[in-house]
Structure formats: structure tokens, C-alpha cells
């Protein structure tokens, strides 16, 4: 397998996750890496991203209370989320990019979070 993400869950507005994707070496060794979401109805959209060297960029929606990290020894990459909105509600995803934000990867199962109001 080549993206394993985990760690979702049912969780109430205010509240605290953390998501870990384990990843290949070969998918992971050198690349950036991001996480994705998708809610019901919507398209995926990107919410981090983390350099090889740990530069991180996070969509709006999130900055302030998501916090992506990466562990090079371990090839995974997590992604803590405090504060949780009913909105952040969707399956999770994780995956390699290259430097134009083009997914390397096969995209794995995901793992879902719930966030009740």
C-alpha cells in the first residue's frame, strides 16, 4: 500500500484529532506531502502541505488550527486538528506532490472525521 491514512473519527465541535498517513519510501523519500479532503457533495480540495525540509503551507479554512508535520524516519506525515468545525467534516486524504501540486501517488482509502455540532 502505498498511502495509509488514519485516525479519524466521531468528534464534537471544539474538539481535537490527529491524522497520521503512512506512506512508502519510495513515495515518500525526498517529496513534498499533502493532505487532502473531500466533504459529501464536494470536490477534493488541498488543506496542507509540507516540504522534504519542512516548509508548510495551509488552505485558509484551516490556518490557526491545523497543524501538518512529518516524521522522515518513519515516512509518515500527520496532520493535528484542533478546533474542529462541523465544516471539516469529510474523508481525509493524504499524498505525495511534486512541486507543481501534482499528486504523486495512488490516492489510498482515507479516513473519515466526523465532526458533530
Known amino acids: 500500500v502505498q498511502l495509509q491514512a488514519s485516525g479519524g473519527g466521531l468528534v464534537q465541535a471544539g474538539g481535537s484529532l490527529r491524522l497520521s498517513c503512512a506512506a512508502s519510501?519510495?513515495?515518500?523519500?525526498?517529496?513534498?506531502m499533502a493532505w487532502y479532503r473531500q466533504a459529501p457533495g464536494k470536490q477534493r480540495e488541498l488543506v496542507a502541505s509540507i516540504s522534504s525540509g519542512g516548509i508548510t503551507n495551509y488552505a485558509d479554512s484551516v490556518k490557526g488550527r491545523f497543524t501538518i508535520s512529518r516524521d522522515n524516519a518513519k515516512n509518515t506525515v500527520y496532520l493535528q486538528m484542533n478546533s474542529l468545525k462541523p465544516e471539516d467534516t469529510a474523508v481525509y486524504y493524504c499524498n505525495a506532490i511534486d512541486p507543481e501540486y501534482y499528486t504523486i501517488g495512488n490516492w489510498g482509502q482515507g479516513t473519515l472525521v466526523t465532526v458533530s455540532s
Open positions: 519510501g519510495r513515495i515518500f523519500s525526498g517529496n513534498a
